[in-house]
């Protein structure tokens, strides 16, 4: 019999399938290779015009991980983190009282309590382990981050302004960056109430984010990301997600309530479980 659980990734799949024949096919220009031809993504990391400074931009795509047993039921690989963000982590997150309540309820109606499903726009940690490819373009002064998924877009400031005092929530938060030797770490606060991922791990508006984003070679990019939210957790967690350059390829329009039509049925089948 299906589960919310399983309902919910399975539209994802199909969504997903749905798009990713008609990407944009395009040429990668200035792609180093290795002595047989091929893509060298251990190259260095591409510089800024400073000559220093790592140029993060490029579209990166989330590690896949093969379907198992003690994953979810699935037809083909999934993003690390998707269904668990502590997927890959050494403990699951610390939750409290309060947030395992509400885990269990998300769990127990994830077939039309997952945000996701009504296509409503993810938190920035749901946005690393999705689905779909995202587009990262970097200037001196800012990090901009463009999700296929919604047409979604995320700024990460690195002019040097504060985060605000008293911001109002919003579904990606406030976002400022400085770099850290080769890595650029990022503040965030300010996110509207919101899920990791399928299972309802909760983000509350209390919750600071802080990302450390390294691009390790040419075609590897890695995330650290700390939670700190003293209404969920019961001490700060982190966990690593790794993305891989997707190369020949660009971001192409994806509005999942678009003629929406799956949601009724959804409900329906998660009834009758």
Not at 240 to 257: P, Q, R, W, Y
Request: aromatic share 8%.
């Amino acid at each position: 019999m299906l589960t919310g659980r399983f309902i919910a990734t399975a539209v994802m799949i199909a969504c997903i399938a749905v798009i990713l024949w008609a990407q944009w096919r395009v040429t990668t220009n200035g792609v180093p290779l290795t002595p047989d031809g091929k893509p060298n993504y251990a190259a260095p990391t591409p510089k800024m015009p400073d000559g220093t400074t790592p140029d993060l931009s490029g579209v990166w795509n989330v590690e896949k991980q093969p379907c198992t047993e003690k994953t979810i039921e699935c037809v083909e690989p999934i993003p690390v983190g998707f269904i668990n963000i502590a997927t890959g982590a050494a403990e699951e997150p610390p939750m409290t009282p309060w947030a395992e309540a509400l885990v269990k309820q998300h769990r127990e109606n994830s077939h039309i309590d997952d945000p996701n499903l009504r296509c409503l726009p993810h938190a920035p940690p749901r946005m690393w382990a999705n689905f779909v490819t995202q587009k990262l373009v970097q200037t001196p002064n800012s990090l901009t981050i463009l999700d296929e998924y919604m047409g979604q877009y995320r700024e990460i400031f690195l002019d040097g302004r504060p985060l605000p005092k008293d911001p109002q929530p919003t579904f990606k938060g406030y976002s400022i960056g400085r770099w850290d030797g080769d890595a650029l770490v990022v503040e965030t606060i300010g996110i509207k109430g919101n899920w990791f991922d399928p299972q309802g791990h909760p983000l509350t508006e209390r919750s600071r984010l802080t990302e450390r984003i390294r691009r390790l070679s040419y075609g590897n990019l890695e995330v650290e990301l700390t939670v700190d939210d003293a209404k969920a957790y019961t001490k700060p967690w982190t966990r690593t997600l790794k993305l891989l350059l997707a190369l020949n390829t660009e971001l192409v329009e994806f509005i999942c309530n678009e003629n929406e039509q799956d949601l009724q049925f959804i409900i329906d089948a998660g009834k009758a479980k």
